[in-house]
């Protein structure tokens, strides 16, 4: 049994602060947490004073096999990646204790999700889909992927004229995702201003639809406001990204698009820091109107998820979702807001609100201990003094 003693407490549910919290933890599991909790005898304390508890933060857009650094292949195997090593310990070090993973090899990220659920393997628990769905030739195979012939076997599914949708997506689910990936973009930033195939409406909303009759959430990447509007009607889950990096079209978050977003329920996960860190000085800027488009968003009540497409380059995994945090803040949602965002909200979307994302009594003991306040300056999630993931200790500065 694990105390962790007189600990300022920001519990993940958006309400008051606590300011002086004892945490009782036993099985990987919070058995309470409160004022003045009696401690069992021979309990292990950790010494909370002047520190901040907030729970283990979620990355709801990362690639397991992707690299920062170009030093790993972009759509890497378990084998290449070294059992996806700079992804599991870049995670656990910056207090990251559950991802969704949005495109890799298929059968080894859910031969991987499946080892670490149990307990094979220390790495931040995984959500996974399987194959992606694309047009071929269209992002990210025909662009990024530069038609990776090991690529097109292992980690896509194309959506050619007069595809058996239906089926392909039935093939995906019976392979035991947790949700399905569409691609629905016409960026191709490495052809400046030129553009990628890209698949109709009528092939997207199939696409949900099958994916929703397997019991499944679809998640669709977009390349901009045209895009997240059809995607949101054909009834896509959650939105990936809301302008990408090369993108030469009028962004302009209309009233309809704010409208039906909210009317569906549809989740935005904007992705800003990868955005950002994708912009060079002959693109025009999609940065700032990326930002102003979360704001009015957030001041919509649309749902916002925290994710930073990390493992693409320049966007390495763990602290990539502390600088979207950041970006969150500067574009005009309270820190307080963007903290209940990346751990109790993207739980929420993702179904597992009942065991992670807030430190209350039954949930996973996923825990980050910070030295300074967070709400003060969102700066200071990146102080971190040490992480449990289900009770147990994986990082102590």
């Keep these: 049994m694990i105390v962790i003693k007189n600990v300022r407490l920001i519990n993940g549910t958006g309400k008051e602060v606590f300011p002086k919290t004892d945490i009782l933890i036993e099985n990987g599991k919070i058995l309470a947490a409160g004022e003045n909790i009696t401690i069992p005898e021979g309990a292990s304390v950790i010494a909370g004073e002047g520190l901040t508890a907030?729970?283990?933060?979620?990355?709801?857009?990362?690639?397991?096999?992707?690299?920062?650094?170009?030093?790993?292949?972009?759509?890497?195997?378990?084998?290449?990646?070294?059992?996806?090593?700079?992804?599991?310990?870049?995670?656990l070090r910056w207090g990251v204790t559950t991802v969704r993973t949005c495109g890799d090899q298929a059968e080894d990220i859910i031969s991987f999700r499946n080892d670490v659920k149990a307990g094979k393997i220390q790495a931040p628990d995984v959500v996974c889909c399987g194959p992606f769905i694309q047009v071929r030739d269209g992002h990210p195979w025909g662009t990024v992927y530069f038609k990776d012939e090991t690529i097109a076997e292992k980690a896509v599914v194309f959506v050619?004229?007069?595809?058996?949708?239906?089926?392909?997506?039935?093939?995906?689910?019976?392979?035991?995702?947790?949700?399905?990936?569409?691609?629905?973009?016409?960026?191709?930033?490495?052809?400046?201003?030129?553009?990628?195939?890209?698949?109709?409406?009528?092939?997207?909303?199939?696409?949900?639809?099958?994916?929703?009759?397997?019991?499944?959430k679809c998640a669709c990447h977009v390349d901009g406001p045209t895009e997240m509007l059809a995607a949101a009607k054909a009834g896509a889950d959650t939105i990936e990204h809301m302008v990408n990096a090369g993108n030469v079209e009028n962004i302009e978050y209309t009233e309809e698009l704010i409208c039906t977003l909210k009317e569906n329920g549809t989740v935005v996960d904007p992705t800003l820091i990868a955005t950002c860190r994708a912009q060079t000085p002959q693109m025009k800027d999609v940065c700032g109107p990326a930002k102003t488009g979360v704001k009015k968003?957030?001041?919509?009540?649309?749902?916002?998820?925290?994710?930073?497409?990390?493992?693409?380059?320049?966007?390495?995994?763990?602290?990539?979702?502390?600088?979207?945090?950041?970006?969150?803040?500067?574009?005009?949602?309270?820190?307080?807001?963007?903290?209940?965002?990346?751990?109790?909200?993207?739980?929420?979307?993702?179904?597992?609100?009942?065991?992670?994302?807030?430190?209350?009594?039954?949930?996973?003991?996923?825990?980050?201990?910070?030295?300074?306040?967070?709400?003060?300056?969102?700066?200071?999630?990146?102080?971190?003094?040490?992480?449990?993931?289900?009770?147990?200790?994986?990082?102590?500065?």
């Design 160 to 216: 050619d004229e007069d595809a058996p949708i239906e089926e392909q997506v039935d093939r995906i689910a019976a392979m035991g995702v947790d949700f399905i990936k569409v691609f629905y973009g016409h960026v191709n930033a490495l052809d400046y201003p030129g553009s990628a195939p890209c698949m109709t409406e009528e092939q997207l909303k199939r696409v949900v639809e099958s994916a929703h009759r397997n019991g499944l």
């Design 297 to 397: 968003c957030f001041e919509a009540g649309i749902p916002l998820a925290v994710g930073c497409d990390s493992g693409i380059p320049f966007v390495p995994f763990g602290e990539s979702l502390h600088d979207e945090m950041k970006v969150l803040v500067e574009a005009g949602i309270p820190a307080a807001d963007v903290l209940r965002m990346a751990t109790l909200g993207n739980a929420q979307t993702l179904g597992m609100a009942d065991s992670i994302g807030s430190i209350e009594e039954g949930k996973n003991a996923d825990i980050v201990l910070l030295r300074d306040d967070p709400l003060t300056d969102i700066d200071a999630t990146k102080s971190i003094a040490l992480v449990m993931k289900k009770g147990r200790i994986v990082y102590h500065e």
């Design 54 to 91: 907030i729970p283990g933060l979620i990355d709801m857009h990362t690639h397991f096999g992707g690299s920062s650094t170009f030093d790993r292949p972009s759509c890497g195997s378990r084998f290449e990646t070294y059992d996806y090593v700079k992804a599991r310990e870049g995670f």
